[in-house]
């Protein structure tokens, strides 16, 4: 969560979906199938951080920071950007 978001807020684009699916398990040294639920918010415990369709990837609109009670390094990220 926390390295998509820094992807986001640096301004990069994460598209199409289906790349961030194969590229990012490598990059990040996780199992393909966490990065599919958490870009396609499978699991209820997964807060929706992102928004994803076929062709964008982007921050959801409704985040709340009780979503990420259990994400510190994402609400990091988040706090850092937003400079608090």
Not at 23 to 32: D, F, G, Q, Y
Not at 34 to 55: C, F, H, M, N, Y
Request: hydrophobic share 45%; proline share 7%; with cysteine.
């Amino acid at each position: 969560l926390a390295h998509l978001l820094r992807a986001q807020l640096a301004g990069k684009t994460l598209c199409p979906v289906k790349d961030i699916l194969a590229e990012l398990p490598v990059e990040l040294a996780v199992k393909p199938k966490w990065v599919q639920q958490v870009l396609r918010g499978e699991e209820s415990d997964i807060p929706k951080v992102i928004v994803a369709t076929k062709k964008t990837v982007s921050i959801n609109p409704s985040l709340d920071w009780k979503d990420l009670a259990d994400y510190p390094l994402t609400q990091a990220v988040c706090k850092t950007f937003l400079e608090m």
